[in-house]
């Protein structure tokens, strides 16, 4: 068991070099391990449309080691697929090779596949263990799954205040936030499909939503308004599978208010204090911290939303 977590910690490691050019297709990474515990080949999901962790594996392994292909164990992030989409099925291909055992890290949701993959190898003889590091495997998906199990993107509410509650100062913008967060938002931009704000933000702020002090693709921007309310399912039909909204306040609660969110990034400035402003919003009593980091007077905080 401790051999089957290290190498499927290399899977994870793996499946996150596809973050940008996978999409919509879900991170994945394999990892090709012969009787005498070596690894002999591994691969990841390099881009939408072309082979997969498993084929990228398997055209790894060298002419020396293909004799040792059978009876090798495979590990993937996620269920191999049993369907013909872009590519042909890899449980196909794992069966072929007459791989003797796949560890597998979670079960893909994708309605095409749930459990057909694993299904397919073993009814062709192939033993088969699921769920080792099955929390950091989902985790590694987790806009994916959502946007598939929810019709609908991974929301992520995100907003920055000062040590006393105030995301403004007396209603007029100011920088909470420093440099260095700064750029870790950018970063997080570079990373989701999506940008969104309410119209008063949008006119009040001019937020250029973009990545300026990251290297990565802008997300589509998005405003809202009553008179322009938010479709999810155009955005799901449009294959966005991850949303950031940055506010303002009213749009935040509206969200929160509505049961639309799955991740907070709330910021705070320890330092910084204003006589008035808008309020933050409250953290619903649904939301767990997962993850904290201080930044010199800055304090990030990520919470969850419990199920």
Aim: with cysteine.
């Amino acid at each position: 068991m401790i051999d089957d977590e290290k190498f499927m910690r290399r899977c994870i490691q793996l499946a996150k070099n596809g973050q940008q050019n996978a999409k919509p297709n879900p991170m994945v990474g394999a990892v090709i391990v012969s009787a005498d515990g070596r690894i002999i080949g591994e691969g990841y999901h390099v881009r939408c449309g072309e082979g997969h962790a498993e084929v990228n594996a398997f055209a790894s392994v060298g002419s020396e080691d293909e004799a040792l292909l059978p009876g090798a164990t495979m590990y993937v992030s996620l269920e191999p697929c049993s369907h013909y989409g872009k590519t042909p099925p890899c449980a196909d291909l794992i069966i072929k090779k007459r791989i003797r055992r796949v560890v597998v890290g979670c079960i893909d949701e994708y309605a095409e596949v749930q459990g057909r993959g694993i299904k397919k190898l073993q009814d062709a003889g192939v033993e088969v263990e699921v769920g080792v590091l099955e929390a950091e495997c989902k985790e590694l998906n987790r806009r994916f799954f959502t946007f598939h199990r929810e019709n609908r993107p991974h929301i992520i509410l995100k907003w920055a205040q000062t040590a006393n509650g105030f995301i403004d100062d007396h209603f007029q913008p100011v920088q909470i936030s420093s440099d260095f967060t700064k750029m870790l938002s950018h970063k997080l931009r570079a990373e989701e499909d999506a940008i969104l704000v309410g119209r008063v933000t949008d006119k009040r702020d001019h937020p250029q939503l973009n990545v300026r002090d990251w290297c990565g693709p802008d997300p589509k921007r998005l405003v809202i308004d009553h008179q322009h309310p938010l479709n999810l399912d155009s955005l799901h039909a449009h294959r966005i599978q991850s949303l950031i909204v940055e506010g303002g306040a009213q749009t935040l609660k509206s969200f929160m208010e509505e049961g639309l969110w799955d991740e907070l990034r709330v910021e705070t400035n320890l330092s910084m204090t204003v006589a008035d402003g808008t309020r933050a919003p409250q953290i619903p009593a649904e939301a767990m911290v997962t993850e904290s980091h201080k930044y010199d007077d800055n304090l990030l905080v990520i919470y969850r939303r419990s199920h």
